[in-house]
Nanobody, 119 residues
């Protein structure tokens, strides 16, 4: 199983970015998909999850109302639209899959994509 994250970069506070994650080697349609992030000096934290069919989503309180997770089962991709970014969103962002919605990640991590929010 492999995850390849992309779309990160530098953005000013208040800006937007859209992250994408391409997955391979798993039955994508049978897994919930999540985004996680790890800020400098902190442990990795969960950000958002979307169900296998895309109809159910959940978000960490810190990103609720600003981030939107979505998936394209035809392309085996999951995306994270991030709006109203602030410096506290600076982190490396990762995606992963779960066989059971709401449980922890089931697979090894990819390289992630760096998001830097600063003026």
């Amino acid at each position: 199983v492999q995850f390849v994250e992309s779309g990160g970069g530098w953005v000013q506070p208040g800006g937007s970015l859209r992250l994408s994650c391409a997955s391979s080697g798993l039955a994508f349609n049978n897994h919930a998909m999540s985004w996680y992030r790890r800020a400098p000096g902190k442990v990795r934290e969960w950000v958002a999850t979307v169900s296998s069919g895309g109809g159910t989503t959940h978000y960490a309180d810190s990103v609720k109302g600003r981030f939107t997770i979505s998936r394209d089962n035809a392309k085996n991709t999951v995306s994270l639209q991030m709006n109203s970014l602030n410096p506290e969103d600076t982190a490396v962002y990762y995606c992963n899959a779960q066989r059971v919605y709401g449980l922890g990640p089931d697979y090894s991590w990819g390289q992630g994509t760096q998001v830097t929010v600063s003026s």
